[in-house]
Structures are given as structure tokens and as C-alpha cells.
């Protein structure tokens, strides 16, 4: 763990906007980090540990805030729980991160890890984008729309590019790929559209 | 011998991934209504994965004494961190609610104000979700919420499945964005 003391350049941030923050991150990294070893993606593996670095400084400024924010016994018994929240988040992205870090190193998952991660009852989906997917030139909120399923998008890889979290109104290009999270069912649904063509 | 161990190493990966993710929900949950009860089934819960996630390992230890490359169970075992350490921040998240200390206004703004929330809801005698089965709503697909518990009386329906069906008087705690959370509330034509 490092304890960065220094001015990472950034506004002074509030503690309620750095807790959203890192609550925000918590949710997505550990969907980022299996996302990286089922689909074997070092690019993702890489985002994952930026996120985690980035936590580690929130975690930080977090620490800064609160000690300064005490002036009596009464007040630091308070915002206990506020620190005990964010180290426990920052554990959230370590477990992330190391598993991140696995793939970096050249290892794989083994199958039978893959093959359990596909029948749990959220499963994280990757659909590639043929140049017949109907989803070309859609945005994701049309689509989630027009077939009536709901997803998280985790990441879009675009020529080489891995953008993470996309927006709801990114369009869709031919030979996009996209990983979402979603319900079983939406993913057979999504596979099913999407994935068409060759 | 050996089959039968794999396809039990995939059922308790199944469970502790579905287990930890319900728990960290449910963990923000209890913060948000400072809810003892719901601290105390995240308590519950993460002892069970401790001793689920103890089991997994000893299974996966044996499964790779069979291979000529440890390495490829190397991932399993990070697998399974990851659903412990969920889970053991979600306990340490609720410990505060668990000591009797009130969780901080600033926490309860964090929750409400971060991608996903949760809603408390009354279901009541007219609504229109009354002894419909969660498979029948779809919610997920329909209005993109999840229910991730159900008080009915005084007891607890935590990650109910797809039969569990919605009496009047139930209390939902469905997990959402703001503004589908909002459409559900209308759905329900709740307060």
C-alpha cells in the first residue's frame, strides 16, 4: 500500500465526492477484473490497475480529510466508519488487482474456472461486432431499448482502444467489441442479436 | 473421484461468486436504513463463505496435486479471493451498525448518490406486481431493477429466486440507477 503524501494535482475534493468515487470503482472493478482473465484481455488487465492505483490515492486523500475534519474524541468515533468503509473498498480492489495481475504475468484461468464464471447469475458476456451485427450504429441505450434487455456495459475495445464504462450513448462501430454484464438470459439474447454474422 | 471433485469446485465457485457480490449489495443496503437486521444476515453470510471459501481452496489443492502445471489453478485460488475479500469488506462495512454506532449522514449522501441505489418499497394491495413471480415481472429486463431482498412479516427473502412470488405487504429492496428505480416506483404506484 502506498501512502502518497503529496499533492496529486488535483481540486481538493470533498469526502462525501471521494467516497462516491471509490464506491463507484469498487462496483465496477471487480466486473473489469473477471472480464480481463475470461476474455484473456491484457488491456483490461492494465485499466484494473489503474483503477486500483487510483483508489489507493482516494484512499489517501480520504485519510487527510477525516483526521483534519476531528477536533474532539466525540467527532473521530464519527468518522470511524467512514474510514473503515474505504479501507474495505480499497481491499475490494487489491483482490481485483491481483487478479488482474495473474494474467499479466502469463497465467491463465483454467477451464473449469471459465466454464463455473459462465453459470453464475450474473455472467459477464463479450459480444464481437461482424461487420452483419445489427447492432452497428446503434447506441447501447437503443439496444438495450429495442430488445427490452438490461446491461451493464463494462467495456468497449475499438481498434486497439479500451474504453471502460462506456457511455449510453456510444454508437457502435463494425468490429467493436463490447463486454457487458447482465442476467443469463439477457446475455443469450444479446449473443443471439449481436453476435450474428461473420 | 476426480469428476466428481471438479464439478464440485464449480458449484462452490458458482455460490461464492454469487454470495459475495449479494453481500456487498446487501452491505449498502444495511447502511443506508441502518438496518441491524440486515447487518446481522451480512454477518451470517460472510461466516458461511469463510467456511465455503476454506472448503474451495483445500478442494482446489488437491485438484492441482493431479497437475503437471500448479499454475493453472492459480487463478481458482484468486477467484476465490476476490469473493473473500467482498465479502469481508461487506462485513467490515456493517460493523459499525453491528456496534451500535449510527453510520455518518455522509455515507447514506455517498449511497444515494453513486451509479446504482437502492429503494425501499411497500408493495400494498392493489399493486399491480401482487402474486406475480419475479420471472413474470422480468424487472431486470423490463425496468432494469433487482430485487435483493424481501422483508415479509418479520422475516428475511434475501436474493430471491425466480419463483419467489410478491404478496401484498411485502417490502422490496430493489437495486437500481435513480431514474429506473424512479420508473419502478410508479410501476408499484407506491409511496
Given at each position: 500500500m502506498k501512502y502518497r503524501l503529496?499533492?496529486?494535482?488535483?481540486e481538493p475534493k470533498s469526502v462525501r465526492d471521494i467516497l462516491i468515487e471509490m464506491k463507484n470503482i469498487s462496483e465496477k472493478i471487480v466486473d473489469l477484473a473477471f472480464s480481463s482473465v475470461m476474455f484473456d484481455s491484457e488491456d483490461i488487465a492494465r485499466e484494473v490497475l489503474k483503477l486500483e492505483d487510483r483508489v489507493d490515492d482516494l484512499l489517501t486523500m480520504l485519510r487527510v480529510k477525516v483526521l483534519m475534519a476531528a477536533e474532539t474524541a466525540e467527532d473521530a468515533r464519527k468518522l470511524l466508519p467512514i474510514l473503515s468503509i474505504a479501507v474495505s473498498i480499497d481491499e475490494i480492489t487489491n483482490a481485483a488487482g491481483d487478479l488482474a495481475k495473474m494474467l499479466l504475468k502469463g497465467f491463465k484461468l483454467h477451464p473449469l474456472v471459465l466454464e463455473a464464471l459462465k453459470m453464475v447469475d450474473e455472467v459477464i458476456v463479450r459480444i464481437d461486432l461482424k461487420h452483419?451485427?445489427?447492432?452497428?450504429?446503434?447506441?447501447l441505450s437503443q439496444i438495450s431499448h429495442e430488445l427490452n434487455v438490461d446491461f451493464t456495459p463494462l467495456v468497449l475495445c475499438r481498434g486497439g482502444k479500451t474504453i471502460v464504462s462506456?457511455?449510453?450513448n456510444t454508437k457502435l462501430r463494425q468490429n467493436d467489441y463490447l463486454i457487458v454484464k447482465t442476467t443469463t438470459l439477457g446475455a443469450e439474447t444479446l449473443s443471439k442479436v449481436g453476435g450474428v454474422g461473420v | 473421484m476426480f469428476k466428481e471433485r471438479i464439478s464440485k469446485v464449480m458449484n462452490m465457485i458458482i455460490e461464492l461468486k454469487n454470495i459475495s457480490e449479494f453481500m456487498v449489495d446487501l452491505a449498502y443496503t444495511a447502511l443506508l436504513y441502518n438496518s441491524v437486521e440486515l447487518s446481522e444476515e451480512v454477518e451470517r453470510l460472510e461466516e458461511y463463505v469463510d467456511d465455503l471459501h476454506i472448503n474451495y481452496e483445500l478442494n482446489i489443492l488437491s485438484l492441482a496435486q493431479?497437475?503437471?502445471?500448479?499454475?493453472?489453478?492459480l487463478g481458482a485460488l484468486r477467484v476465490g479471493l476476490v469473493a473473500e475479500s467482498l465479502a469481508d469488506a461487506a462485513l467490515s462495512m456493517v460493523k459499525p451498525i453491528l456496534n451500535g454506532v449510527e453510520p455518518h449522514e455522509v455515507l447514506r449522501i455517498a449511497i444515494n448518490e453513486s451509479e446504482e441505489t437502492i429503494l425501499k418499497l411497500k408493495v400494498d394491495?392493489?399493486?399491480?406486481?401482487?402474486?406475480?413471480s419475479l420471472e413474470e415481472l422480468r424487472l431486470q429486463e423490463?425496468?432494469?431493477?433487482?430485487?435483493v431482498a424481501i422483508r415479509r412479516n418479520s422475516k428475511w427473502i434475501l436474493n430471491?429466486?425466480?419463483d419467489t412470488r410478491i404478496q401484498a405487504d411485502d417490502v422490496l429492496f430493489a437495486i437500481g440507477s435513480l431514474k429506473d428505480l424512479e420508473e419502478f416506483r410508479k410501476m408499484l404506484g407506491s409511496k
Open positions: 503529496e499533492d496529486t494535482g488535483e452483419s451485427s445489427p447492432f452497428i450504429g446503434k447506441t462506456p457511455d449510453e | 493431479f497437475e503437471e502445471d500448479a499454475g493453472k489453478y394491495e392493489e399493486s399491480e406486481i401482487r402474486d406475480k423490463t425496468v432494469g431493477v433487482r430485487i430471491p429466486s425466480s
